[in-house]
């Protein structure tokens, strides 16, 4: 079948977003307003080689039943994104065009003179994990895969009890352990910005946190990051998915998450604390009143990302592997 090649996330957004809605691989990573904002900051010297794939029934999808959207540097080509900007990453495919599609992407990447197709961040359950292996091979190529991280996410039950009642009981006893004593020894409290203007004028806040919380987030924080913060916080908030959280002791902000909501789930995408305030554990605390807030507004899935840090076992996390894997031509 032939392909379109995709010049604008603008113009295909209608298609895209319809594609992604019935795709098993759907997640706010994969909007075409996500990918557009990571264009736009990281894509210089890099050259979009992706396309959509044509659906049978032109009318009833749009006209199209998958996305691929790459990048080509040199003889690679790999998804648009990165591993430190991006938790999850894969192809929005509707269901039954899996087989045709892979195809078809393998084809291109004959045409594209491309040696290497390098595929990050995909999820245990990814439909490219299952079927782009054993087609790739038979076409001669070499591909490895290997675990890239660890995700971790919980689903949420209807009410903050029910959830305490998931947690094992060390973990329910030290959480209700750190409210009490956050409640007996301090004035504090914790609320959100939503806002566009707001966020934009609190983000400063957010980033000195994070930068001061952990030397690896310091290390993380380059002029260019700095930038896809500003840029995608404010694309997510004009789009009303994005929650900035903030803890206050005794009227100074000690914590702060950054979360995005994205089809019933909540997305606890970074966070930081003043380490002078580690004695009562807020980022600990800040974490479960976002989780505490989001059975509130009744989401079913808080997913806590990439990164095996101990407190996502601690507040419920149930641990997945995210792979990557490596298309080599012989």
Known sequence: MATTPITSFQDIQNEWESVLKESPADTLFLTPQWQKVWWDTFGGGQTMVGFSYPAADQVASNGVAAIASLTKSGDTVSFVGSQDTFDYNDFPIRRGYEEGFYETLLECLDEQNCRILRLDSLRENSQTLEHLPEMARSRGYTVEIEQEDVTSGINLPGTWD???????????????????????????KWYSVAEPAEVAERLGEFIYLMRSSRSDKDEFM?????????????????????????????????????????????????????????????????????????????????????????????????????????????
């Open 222 to 330: 380059t002029p260019e990051r700095e930038l896809f913060f500003y840029n995608i916080t404010q694309r997510m908030a004009e789009l009303g998915q994005l929650q900035l959280y903030f803890l206050e002791m005794e009227g100074a902000t000690v914590a702060t998450s950054l979360c995005f909501d994205y089809r019933g789930s909540r997305l606890l995408y970074n966070s930081g604390y003043d380490s002078e305030y580690s004695y009562y554990s807020v980022g600990l605390v800040l974490n479960a009143m976002c989780l505490k807030d989001a059975i509130d507004q009744g989401l079913t899935y808080f997913d806590f990302l990439r990164g095996p840090e101990p407190y996502k076992a601690h507040l419920g996390g149930q641990q997945r592997s995210l792979y990557q894997m490596v298309v080599k031509k012989s």
């Open 162 to 188: 029910e959830y305490l009642g998931l947690l094992n009981k060390k973990d329910r006893h030290e959480l209700r352990r750190k409210l009490r004593r956050m409640d007996s020894q301090t004035d504090w």
